[in-house]
Structure formats: structure tokens, C-alpha cells
């Protein structure tokens, strides 16, 4: 049987594993297998993979990742010898404010906590089993080191007094000492059977939050936001401008919209602009092909009886493919105006 080949896609398409994949290609096979000494088994599987599948990477696409590399390496240097607020200095005279702080993000997520890592195999349900008799604080700091997607699933099902409890104890973490994490994991690592390791103890804090909010179910959003407000105003108000909501998108620039809109499924488009704002629907609309305006539009026109839930999922759906696409550098959300991008 022919091996099939696959071309790698357009600079703006290339997933995270496959430019480490390029990386190891033109680091070349001493050089790569050097780094494979300091991987995990699970990584080295998955890099291995994506090498065997690329076929060529041009010359301009090799140029975008080598050059997010090395300046992802210059960050990570200056960061080291100097801090961060030293860096960020540094950077925004080097790089712009825009992209400095885009490559101190790509920073923050690779040296993200190794501690609770086995967390991230486990489904949410198990975990919710683990922790759901525990002090809040220690469900706030274990929260903290599970995925977004986990931990507003979690945080969902437990009881309403104690949701409020967990995401204000989650905002005001920033560092626990290795102590207190090592007890806390090792207690959960006997529970559930798993293995792991600590390293960094940086975690949670009010931008965790915004994430798992933009994740968590519409119902449980709506409570927490009520109760927050009364009993801590500025918190809520906090967590609201750091979240992207659907009605964000007109803080977009074209480029950006039309981006999602090529990810995104039709239907789902559909049916979030049915119950969505004026400026919304023109902001989406207008960066469409007239063919698939008119698409848009009919489809809109026979969509009759639609629940509010089924809009609200559909806007979630949207906005994750947003936040996709932030996450692999293709796009930078922006609020209000602010961190306007300067041509």
C-alpha cells in the first residue's frame, strides 16, 4: 500500500505539534535526539507521529516557525536573567507590546505547572468524586491545575453555596508553596491511582477563572455572576473583562472574523445569529461571501422555534473556535479597544 503523504498546512494553520515537529526536523537527527532524552514518553510518541506525517514544509512556513522559536527562546532567556517585569521592558522595546505579550503567554503555557499533571487523563466526573467532600480551598488549588473544560464541569455540578466558595478561592490564588501542593497531590495521587510531579507552583488567579467561565454552562454563569455581584463586585467585574463572550466579536478586526468563520460550522453561525445583536450579525455577515450571506440569511429566515438554550450552546460553540484560534496564535482577542494593534 502507497504511503500517504500530507502537506503540512499554511503558517496560520500549523498546529503546536506540528511546528515542534518542523523544529526537530531542522534541528537534524543528532541534535533531535538529544532533546528526546529530556521528553516523556507520551510527547516523544506524539511529535514522532506528526514528523512521519509531514511530507514538505516550505520555505515561508520553515521562516514563521523557526522565527516564533527563536524569539519564543529570546523571551524565555530574558524572562529568566531578569523577571518578568524586566522582560516585559525588554520585549515591548524588541518586539512591540502586542507581540511581546503574546510571546510571554506562549511562555507562561509551556512552563505551566507540571504538579497534578495526571489530572488531565481523568474524566471529570472521577475527579468531581475526589474532591467534592474536600475543604474548598483544596478543591479551589486542585481546580486550578485541571483543564478549563474540567474544571467548569466540576465546578457545575457542586453544590451552589459552594461554587461561589471555589471561584473566589481560585481567583485570589497566584503561588502555594511546594509543600503544601506536594500534600494536596499526593493525597489525590493515592485517591485516584495516578502518577506525577511537581514543579512550577504558579496557578490560578482571576484569568483562570475568565477561562473557565467562558466554558461553564450558561445556568452556573448566570448564578455566579448574581451572587458575586452582591458579595464581591469588583471580582465580577474583574473575571467579565478578562472573559470573551459572543458579543465580543465586534472588538474583532475583519481578518479575525473571517478566520472563525472558516473554522466554524455553518449551522452553528445560524443559529447563533438568530437571537444575536445588530452588530453582531453585520460584523459576521459583512465579512462573508455574498454566496454564503444569502446562505446565511434563508437559513436564518425558516429557523422557527429555536430555544434560547440552543442559541446560547451554538454562541459557546463560536467563541470556543475563537479562543481555538487564539490559542494557536492565529488571532489576538481584544476587549473594548484595548490592546489595539498598531499597524
Do not use: W
Not at 159 to 171: A, F, G, H, Y
Not at 213 to 221: L, P
Amino acid at each position: 500500500m502507497a504511503q500517504t503523504s500530507v502537506k503540512t498546512p499554511s503558517p496560520q494553520k500549523i498546529s503546536s505539534t506540528t511546528k515542534v515537529a518542523a523544529i526537530m526536523i531542522a534541528l537534524g537527527v543528532d541534535s533531535a535526539s538529544e532533546v528526546y532524552k529530556y521528553l516523556r514518553e507520551d510527547e516523544i510518541e506524539e511529535i514522532t507521529t506528526e514528523i512521519s506525517k509531514i511530507d514538505k514544509i516550505s520555505a515561508d512556513e520553515m521562516k514563521t516557525i523557526m522565527d516564533d522559536f527563536y524569539d519564543m527562546c529570546i523571551t524565555q532567556k530574558v524572562i529568566t536573567e531578569g523577571g518578568e517585569g524586566y522582560a516585559k521592558n525588554v520585549l515591548e522595546k524588541a518586539f512591540g507590546a502586542q507581540r511581546s505579550q503574546y510571546l510571554m503567554d506562549q511562555i507562561n503555557k509551556t512552563e505551566k505547572k507540571r504538579a497534578f499533571e495526571f489530572i488531565g487523563k481523568i474524566d471529570y466526573k472521577n475527579l468531581l468524586m475526589a474532591i467534592q467532600n474536600e475543604h474548598p480551598q483544596t478543591i479551589a488549588i486542585v481546580l486550578s491545575y485541571a483543564r478549563s473544560d474540567q474544571a467548569s464541569k466540576v465546578i457545575s455540578e457542586l453544590p451552589r453555596d459552594l461554587q461561589l466558595d471555589v471561584i473566589k478561592r481560585i481567583s485570589n490564588l497566584d503561588k502555594a508553596s511546594p509543600e503544601i501542593i506536594s500534600i494536596v497531590e499526593s493525597v489525590l495521587e493515592k485517591r485516584l491511582g495516578a502518577v506525577s510531579s511537581v514543579d512550577v507552583m504558579e496557578f490560578g488567579g482571576v484569568n483562570y477563572i475568565a477561562e473557565i467561565m467562558n466554558r461553564i454552562d450558561r445556568n452556573t454563569e448566570k448564578y455566579i455572576f448574581e451572587e458575586l455581584q452582591g458579595d464581591d463586585p469588583e471580582l465580577a467585574e474583574e473575571i467579565k473583562k478578562r472573559m470573551f463572550v459572543f458579543d465580543d466579536i465586534v472588538y474583532l478586526d475583519n481578518l479575525e472574523i473571517q478566520a472563525f468563520i472558516r473554522e466554524a460550522d455553518t449551522k452553528d453561525l445560524t443559529v447563533a445569529l438568530k437571537a444575536a445583536s445588530d452588530e453582531v450579525k453585520d460584523a459576521i455577515l459583512n465579512n462573508m461571501s455574498q454566496r454564503q450571506q444569502e446562505t446565511i440569511r434563508t437559513d436564518m429566515q425558516y429557523l422557527h422555534n429555536v430555544r434560547m438554550r440552543d442559541v446560547e450552546e451554538a454562541q459557546q460553540k463560536i467563541v470556543a473556535v475563537i479562543r481555538k484560534l487564539e490559542d494557536q496564535g492565529d488571532i489576538v482577542i481584544s476587549k473594548g479597544g484595548e490592546d489595539e494593534i498598531i499597524a
